[in-house]
DNA sequence: TGTGCTCACTTGACACTGCAAGCGAAGCTC
DNA sequence: GAGCTTCGCTTGCAGTGTCAAGTGAGCACA
């Protein structure tokens, strides 16, 4: 059991992974809980329907795009829909299918959100990071992913913190 | 709102992150959930211990070093006592705190599960990154630790999931 | 048209986590 | 040594996530 299952900078690297991925969630959705009373995961749906044409999505297609499983979207959005940030419409091209709906409250809610959230974001994460180091380890990550999940069946795909409207 | 909050590459990295924590947690839980009955976060705990002084610490002691708050180690070591892996014992050299404490049957499911996790955690992240990359995120990451954990409250301080044990 | 499959989602039970309150032991201070 | 405060830990509860089972709409084929 002396061996070394991986070197020492996989050790250091393991470490601090581990100590960042368990740290920069809390401080995110502490800001957010604090500030906006919603957790990152509902903060990133809302950003993404905010987005979104007719800001409105398939439920299907919305958890793909927030990294969350149909089941969790699910209660996610009923979380939601009960304070009135988003309702649910029949899809009209698929009688088995739901659009989540962003409502003008929840529109709001993300609007007022979203700067503080990406100064939290910035101020946690980049501002510790150099370009350089920013931009190896986007390129790092993106491999790991690229094994991790070849067909991208999760991938979170809305512009950032900020939550770029269309306007 | 046409503001840039992050440039293109904070962007990427942003994105590529959240899919990658959300992904490389949810594949480690469940491997060691398949095939050691356990959470990552409990076998943490575990191989914490093993690594540990007469196989046990002070439950203070344990929570920063497995990056758990106090409630929560709490909840891990009752439910880790309910199956046998784990005793409390009063501390000696204070009685208000208490030694978590490994026993011969948590002490098998540590050095039983240790391999397979190593292997994951090699496969899922390591495999997909250069060496240079491993460093350059490393030390990226402890640049981010500074900043969001300057005194070091929280810090994972164990050999890494192989589990090297003092035999 | 009816039977049976799949698909898109929802639901319910259960596990894990954080927060705030609680509890007893230690350590003052007088 | 009585009364406070602090410390170390535990407990209860509410919120969020997962997994497996359920529901009802589409679709295929006779």
């Known amino acids: 059991m002396a061996q070394q299952w991986l070197d020492d900078d996989q050790q250091r690297t393991w470490r601090s992974w581990l100590t960042v991925a368990e740290l920069l969630p809390r401080t995110l959705d502490a800001q957010l809980q604090r500030d906006a009373g919603i957790s990152h995961a509902a903060y990133v749906v809302l950003a993404m329907l905010s987005e979104s044409p007719d800001r409105s999505r398939r439920m299907s297609d919305l958890a793909r795009r927030a990294n969350q499983s149909q089941s969790r979207l699910s209660h996610t959005i009923a979380r939601l829909e ?52 920013t931009r190896v380890v986007g390129e790092a990550l993106d491999a790991v992913l690229e094994r991790l999940d070849p067909d991208r069946s999760l991938r979170v795909e809305y512009d950032g913190p900020e939550g770029q409207s269309s306007e």
């Open 82 to 133: 009960e304070r009135g940030w988003v309702r649910r419409e029949r899809a009209a091209e698929d009688g088995r299918g739901n659009r989540a709906v962003l409502t003008d409250a929840g529109w709001d809610v993300v609007r007022a959100a979203a700067p503080g959230h990406a100064a939290a974001v910035r101020d946690a994460l980049f501002a510790s990071m150099t370009s350089e180091q």
